[in-house]
């Protein structure tokens, strides 16, 4: 098979070790060597349990932390080598740390991404002011965008923060947990969001998250990074069905099912159930019976369940094998039944 063919990669790493320097002599690595590039146009998450590594790697990535060894590039120039007005022009980063605006309002701020291009003592001119505001109306701020950042809530400064970065207009975005302190609809839209504008625009966007079902939708690739910091990348349908991903989340009790894509939040107690039917009726009974300890089957078992055909809720049938089926209205009644069943 062709090998596909990339454009060149805005950001690339060669045996980079990042971590931390206890003392002039003592590093205290927490991921590496890895080798890492970033490709235009694709939205890549990284992923991996607490502790791992993700910011490390990202602020080594940003340049706010030397790595302990290895070559880091941007654009095809040595990161270490750029003052922090060219870095500035490559790479926008948000990271989780508290911002403290003052009293400057939010478009102010906003505005602050625009420095990188017209240097700290230059007017904005149009141009500078329409990306602002492009910037404003993407993030959903511009509704708040006079009012002083000191009195947003965690998440409206969430989104402040990724605006001011778009603003900065790079062809490099990293964000730490962008999603952090936004409400599910929020968090959604944030990620669809970041992926059009990695469509669009070419921009390569890097964001950390443990929004891992969201990760795993949203995501060209993901970068999977496990407590012993050997990164794996790949897209996260690559990463689930080799079992990388499980492994790199696994914990006692704890289990990824890759049929599903969720962590199984509930250990069975109970028989195993032959569920009928298909469709959103079937897919909300399946969580019903494992949330009750029952183990839904596609196969023939002792106890059967139909899920309703129709577009309105209900009626579930429960059959014991050899016997009459039961009519139920809602998952409760029908739960009451399966659990009567169950005790006799
Ligand atoms: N300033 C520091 N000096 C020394 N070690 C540090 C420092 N900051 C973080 N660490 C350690 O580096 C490791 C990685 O931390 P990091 O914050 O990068 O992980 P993370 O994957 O972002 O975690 P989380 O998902 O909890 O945010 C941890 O063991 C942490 O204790």
Redesign the pocket.
Request: charged share 20%; no cysteine.
């Given at each position: 098979m062709a090998t596909p063919q990339h454009p060149a990669p805005l950001l690339t790493a060669e045996d980079l070790a990042v971590?931390?320097f206890?003392s002039k002599k003592m590093p205290?690595p927490?991921a590496g060597p890895l080798r890492l590039a970033l490709w235009p146009g694709e939205l890549v998450c990284l992923l991996?349990?607490?502790?791992?590594?993700?910011?490390?790697?990202l602020r080594t990535l940003a340049g706010l932390q030397p790595p302990l060894g290895g070559r880091l590039e941007l654009g095809g120039r040595p990161l270490a080598a750029m003052g922090a007005a060219e870095r500035a022009r490559q790479l926008s980063v948000v990271l989780t740390d508290r911002v403290d605006a003052g009293n400057l309002a939010v478009r102010e701020l906003v505005r602050l991404g625009r420095h990188p291009h017209t240097g700290w003592l230059g007017g904005l001119s149009a141009h500078d002011e329409a990306r602002v505001q492009a910037a404003l109306e993407a993030t959903g701020t511009e509704a708040f965008a006079d009012r002083p950042v000191g009195e947003l809530s965690d998440g409206e400064r969430q989104k402040v923060l990724l605006a001011r970065a778009l603003a900065q207009d790079t062809p490099v975005v990293l964000l730490?947990?962008p999603t952090a302190h936004l409400d599910l609809p929020n968090r959604v839209a944030l990620m669809r969001l970041l992926h059009q504008l990695a469509r669009a625009t070419g921009k390569a966007i890097l964001l950390?998250t443990?929004e891992l079902d969201l990760a795993l939708q949203a995501a060209d690739r993901v970068w999977l990074?496990p407590a012993d910091g050997a990164l794996r990348t790949g897209t996260p349908e690559d990463l689930v069905l080799s079992g990388a991903f499980a492994a790199a989340f696994a914990r006692e009790g704890l289990a990824f099912d890759a049929a599903t894509g969720t962590f199984a939040l509930h250990a069975p107690t109970g028989p195993p159930v032959q569920l009928v039917g298909e469709g959103a009726a079937a897919f909300w009974t399946r969580r019903a019976l494992e949330r009750a300890g029952f183990v839904p089957t596609l196969g023939p078992a002792a106890l059967r369940v139909t899920a309703p055909a129709g577009p309105g809720p209900g009626p579930w049938l429960s059959q014991v094998a050899g016997q009459a089926s039961a009519s139920h209205a809602t998952v409760e009644a029908l739960l009451l039944a399966l659990n009567q069943v169950n005790n006799n």
């Open positions: 971590g931390y206890l205290r927490v991996g349990p607490n502790g791992a590594g993700k910011s490390t790697l730490d947990e950390s443990h990074l």
